[in-house]
Nanobody, 122 residues
Framework: QVQLVESGGGLVQPGGSLRLSCAAS????????MAWYRQAPGKQRELVAH???????NYKDSVKGRFTISRDNAKNTVYLQMNSLNPEDTAVYYC????????????????WGQGTQVTVSS
């Protein structure tokens, strides 16, 4: 019904920047919140940044001032601008859509993207 497709990951040197994108498609009526999570090897998945339909945001403390989340509600797309990257940011980054209303089934749902690898290394 709903697919989330991420793009923009890759290899970058410490201090560099990357911009991740995630586009949601399918029988979508609305999406309440979109977010980016990440999971490093041997660690649990953690919330990086979150944004609601109204534009309210929150960030993991270690990325505040370096990462910026934004979204285009008309396109059901969320972005993550990542600056001043360091090796500790290396992880698979996952897009999440929450409170999703679809045309075919009552209720609200949560969906995940397939993940995109971000590697920060010299």
């Amino acid at each position: 019904q709903v697919q989330l497709v991420e793009s923009g990951g890759g290899l970058v040197q410490p201090g560099g920047s990357l911009r991740l994108s995630c586009a949601a498609s399918g029988s979508i009526v609305s999406i309440y919140a979109m977010a980016w999570y990440r999971q490093a090897p041997g660690k649990q998945r953690e919330l990086v940044a979150h944004i609601t339909t109204g534009g309210s945001t929150n960030y993991k403390d270690s990325v505040k001032g370096r990462f910026t989340i934004s979204r285009d509600n008309a396109k059901n797309t969320v972005y993550l601008q990542m600056n001043s990257l360091n090796p500790e940011d290396t992880a698979v980054y996952y897009c999440n859509a929450d409170g999703v209303v679809v045309t075919s089934t009552p209720g609200k749902y949560r969906y995940w993207g397939q993940g995109t690898q971000v590697t920060v290394s010299s």
